[in-house]
């Protein structure tokens, strides 16, 4: 059942801490670590190119450009292609590609950011399925930083950003030092077009 906040700046998420059971969400958890190809790459934040602390993997029917580096398109999971049509399904929304981020224990994280990439349209839905060890997801207003939101993650849970979130809102993953477990998350959007489409 999700949970509604509605945010300023024309925003909103939901969020159900139980859109998979516990057993799905185990034996999803298990067939992605053994069973999808994992890379770690170099982005580019403030113009330097790191690596990113965490690993990635993805499935989707075009190519996909984010921090510098472009994701070719990749033959869907079978698993994978399932869940992203019962997440369509419930969302009544379609999407086309899944970016999987791994982060292996606390010190992996994924810094303020905002998926913006104009392929993927003006107000995009953005559907993320967390797996493994909870870890903690915050927000905060691009106009204020002081206007934030934070979320505990669970095992099996679904947060879904909409509305304007992704041009009046930033979020992140922070580390958290004293988690030693993984956890991947899933991030379901609907691509338009190839890197460089426009509106």
């Known amino acids: 059942m999700f949970e509604r906040s509605q945010l300023p700046g024309d925003a909103w998420v939901d969020y159900d801490a139980t859109f998979l059971n516990p057993s799905e969400a185990d034996a999803l958890l298990a067939h992605l670590l053994n069973n999808l190809t994992w890379e770690q790459r ?6 330097k190119e790191v690596m990113q602390p965490r690993l990635i993997g993805w499935c989707g029917d075009l190519p996909y450009r984010y921090s ?13 292609q399932k ?3 019962r997440v369509s399904a419930l969302l009544l929304t379609p999407f086309n590609h899944v970016l999987l981020n791994r982060y292996r224990d606390g010190q992996d994280s994924m810094g303020w950011h905002a998926d913006d990439e104009k392929e993927l349209g003006i107000q995009p839905v953005i559907a993320a399925l967390s797996l493994g060890v909870p ?7 691009k106009r204020n930083r002081k206007q ?5 993650l669970e095992h099996g849970s679904l947060l879904v950003m909409g509305g304007a979130c992704q041009h009046t809102w930033r979020h992140q993953v922070p580390k958290m030092a004293q988690v030693k477990d993984e956890r991947i998350n899933l991030t379901f959007r609907w ?9």
Request: no cysteine; proline share 9%.
């Open 68 to 80: 510098g580096q472009e994701l070719e398109p990749r033959t869907w999971n079978p698993v994978l």
């Open 42 to 47: 170099h982005i580019r934040v403030f113009g």
């Open 83 to 85: 869940l992203n049509a």
């Open 148 to 152: 934030k939101r934070g979320y505990l």
């Open 191 to 199: 691509l338009k077009g190839p890197p460089g489409w426009r509106e």
């Open 135 to 141: 870890r903690r997801f915050t927000l905060h207003r």
